[in-house]
T-cell receptor, first 113, second 119 residues
Framework: AQSVTQLGSHVSVSEGALVLLRCNYS??????LFWYVQYPNQGLQLLLK??????LVKGINGFEAEFKKSETSFHLTKPSAHMSDAAEYFCAVSRYNTDKLIFGTGTRLQVFP | GAVVSQHPSWVICKSGTSVKIECRSL??????MFWYRQFPKQSLMLMAT?????????EQGVEKDKFLINHASLTLSTLTVTSAHPEDSSFYIC???????????????FGPGTRLTVT
């Protein structure tokens, strides 16, 4: 079985500050891990994903995440927040690239000027 | 490439009526489509897995007779909410998995979602 835990349903940062969104997973098989962003009343946009290989994954809009097997974590970071980053972020896990996704509960990111 | 559309984008219906939502892969063939449901300010929950030409596989707790899924072709899956009630009001999102052909990578692509309101 697989599951995802996102710590912090709300995160607030100032524009230009570091963004850190936490995600821990549980999986009985080597996981595929994803971060998605959702803007109000829209679908999901893939930010980045980890499949195999390099544990530091770079995505779109300056985001990156590091897969840490020992900590079962896949935290999302961005060095400098922008106002346009304000959105809902979902971490997800699956067994392989095109398998059904198990989502975390989401983290709402607010960016203040 | 790799665009998934949903129609309608929003719909309001009266309690007791049925509503059909379409999910189309516009520029690739999708053997598998997933249907998710998202309640306000909550996460996405998988409802069912739809494979072309076969019966959908429903997640535990999802009523098969209420949420009818048909995957008639490699580019179209439909979700019909039968005898809708206010508690069915939600945001329904589909995704389609690409075979990695036609310029699309081998991964899952999401539609923009359909907001259903049952009055």
């Amino acid at each position: 079985a697989q599951s995802v835990t996102q710590l912090g349903s709300h995160v607030s940062v100032s524009e230009g500050a570091l963004v850190l969104l936490r995600c821990n997973y549980s999986s009985s098989v080597p996981p595929y891990l994803f971060w998605y962003v959702q803007y109000p009343n829209q679908g999901l946009q893939l930010l980045l994903k980890y499949t195999t290989g390099a544990t530091l994954v770079k995505g779109i809009n300056g985001f990156e995440a590091e897969f840490k097997k020992s900590e079962t974590s896949f935290h999302l970071t961005k060095p400098s927040a922008h106002m346009s980053d304000a959105a809902e972020y979902f971490c997800a896990v699956s067994r392989y690239n095109t398998d059904k996704l198990i989502f975390g509960t989401g983290t709402r990111l607010q960016v203040f000027p | 490439g790799a665009v998934v559309s949903q129609h309608p984008s929003w719909v309001i219906c009266k309690s007791g009526t049925s509503v059909k939502i379409e999910c189309r892969s516009l520029d690739f063939q999708a053997t598998t489509m997933f249907w998710y449901r998202q309640f306000p300010k909550q996460s996405l929950m998988l409802m069912a897995t739809s494979n072309e030409g076969s019966k959908a596989t429903y997640e535990q707790g999802v009523e098969k007779d209420k949420f009818l899924i048909n995957h008639a072709s490699l580019t179209l899956s439909t979700l019909t909410v039968t005898s809708a009630h206010p508690e069915d009001s939600s945001f329904y999102i589909c995704s389609a998995t690409s075979l990695g052909t036609s310029g699309s990578s081998y991964e899952q692509y999401f539609g923009p979602g359909t907001r259903l309101t049952v009055t």
